[in-house]
């Protein structure tokens, strides 16, 4: 069904016309819907990275909250700074340090979730038409949040060892060669969302170098660092750069989202500018927050406790990646070392988002990989979440995705006017990522 657009705008919107041209790049998912239906408990919802957050005992928030009420109640129901709560910061040096970062505590700007730094950076850097470089695939809602200011999202290709620096060199090259101005590179270098690999040390140099040599600022997004399973991921980017490196932490995943508490610690100049955008955004990030974690980081066993989660994640991992190569041995998969996802590439002339709704109606959801890029890539795969379903579930629900990708297959292979389609049987469990991503 279809609207008129007239001068007083649609006969659903009659302010369709007032809006700012930005709000053309504000887009609701394009399979929110199916989620509203994925959310049914019957449903074994493979695509959302909630963490875990029933393996934090309540006893250890419940506690905090008694003794922040008991000596902090009125600060902490009253304002903040814009730059946040100062014994916050203090504890967040102490988490970084964890990644190989030393900084000051005046350098760190508490923000409403990292989702939200990425937002105040984004808008203070972005003119229409300026260029992102953003990793292929990417994080969803950091494409919603460049779209929104109207930047040129341009991706760079990963393979195993993560972002491809002469990639990204023949990206920065030709792009400066059509005039183009390039603000930042977007990157997740720790077990990326979504394809789940892991940036390697020398490609962490590498690529700081090439950025230092164009005068592109990295933007550091790094939710997952500190959830590996085995050993942990090479230091962050920002231990070895501060003047070119913009880092985003969250409290999210390793203690809980409902907090809504992340950071950003920035250059001197730009963490000024920070502070000034986030006051007039929030005014001041919740105090009440804020004083919760930094009582829970003084009390709590909290190194203990992302070590459980550690365990949790990992368990999850190797019953989702058992359940692929049982039921699903055809295809290909990224094997992560750390953090919430699994990427999975179908044979290349198969559609994630068309399968979509047959996979709800088999009660199963996945994300599919065209959510992960802003030019309609990613068609063929799809990004499987292990953080939050119990491994029984996790291999209940790959054995119902493996009923709609084998039908989808005996499908096409039907209705093929040629012979039937040929798939090359991949070994189980292959660790590199699929071939578009690299």
């Given amino acids: ?41 019957e449903v074994v919802s493979l695509a959302g990275g909630m963490p875990f957050v029933a393996a934090l005992p309540p006893e250890l928030i419940a506690d905090a909250f008694e003794r922040v009420m008991a000596t902090q109640g009125l600060q902490a129901l009253q304002y903040s700074s814009g730059q946040g709560v100062q014994s916050l910061r203090e504890r967040i040096l102490e988490v970084m340090e964890l990644e190989g970062i030393r900084a000051s505590v005046d350098d760190v700007v508490v923000t409403t979730g990292s989702q939200h730094a990425l937002e105040l950076v984004t808008k203070l850097f972005i003119n229409p038409g300026d260029v ?26 990963m393979d195993e060892h993560g972002l491809i620096p002469e990639a990204l060199r023949q990206a920065i090259a030709r792009l400066t060669a059509a005039g183009k101005t390039i603000k930042f590179l977007y990157t997740i270098p720790s077990f990326s969302n979504p394809a789940g690999v892991t940036l390697s040390w020398e490609r962490r140099l590498e690529i700081l170098e090439i950025c230092h040599s164009n005068d592109i600022l990295v933007l550091e997004d790094n939710p997952y660092g500190l959830l590996y399973f085995d050993t ?48 007039a955004a929030v005014l001041s990030p919740s105090t009440f927050g804020q004083l919760m974690i930094s009582e829970y980081l003084n009390t709590a066993d909290w190194k203990a406790q992302i070590n459980t989660f550690r365990t949790i994640y990992r368990e999850r991992r190797d019953a989702m990646l058992a359940a692929l190569a049982e039921y699903l041995p055809q295809l290909s998969w990224t094997v992560p070392r750390g953090g919430f996802y699994v990427w999975v590439t179908l044979p290349d002339y198969m559609d994630s988002k068309a399968m979509l709704p047959r996979a709800i109606k088999e009660l199963v959801a996945y994300t599919p990989g065209t959510a992960f890029y802003a030019d309609g890539s990613g068609r063929n795969n799809i990004r499987l979440s292990f953080c939050y379903p119990t491994p ?9 995705l493996s009923v709609v990708v ?33």
Avoid: C
Avoid at 257 to 273: D, M, N, S, T, Y
């Fill in 132 to 157: 992102v470089l953003a990793e292929g695939p990417s994080y969803v809602t950091a494409m919603v949040v460049f779209n929104s200011f109207q930047a040129d999202i341009n991706h760079v290709p």
């Fill in 392 to 400: 029984e579930f996790i291999r209940e629900g790959i054995r119902r």
């Fill in 232 to 279: 942990p991921p090479p230091q962050a980017m920002r231990s070895v750069d501060e003047d070119g490196v913009v880092y985003l932490g969250t409290f999210s995943k390793t203690l809980a989202p409902g907090f809504r508490v992340g950071w950003a610690l920035a250059p001197h100049a730009i963490r000024e500018k920070l502070i000034l955008a986030n006051e």
């Fill in 406 to 438: 084998n039908g989808e297959l005996d499908l096409l292979n039907t209705f093929s006017q040629t012979s039937p389609l040929a798939t090359i049987p991949l070994r189980q469990g292959i660790a590199s990522p699929p071939a578009n991503i690299g």
């Fill in 1 to 41: 069904m279809t609207h008129d657009v007239t001068n007083d705008g649609t006969n659903l919107d009659p302010w369709y016309n007032s809006y700012a041209d930005r709000t053309a790049g504000l887009s609701a998912s394009e399979v929110r819907a199916l989620f509203a239906v994925a959310s049914r408990p």
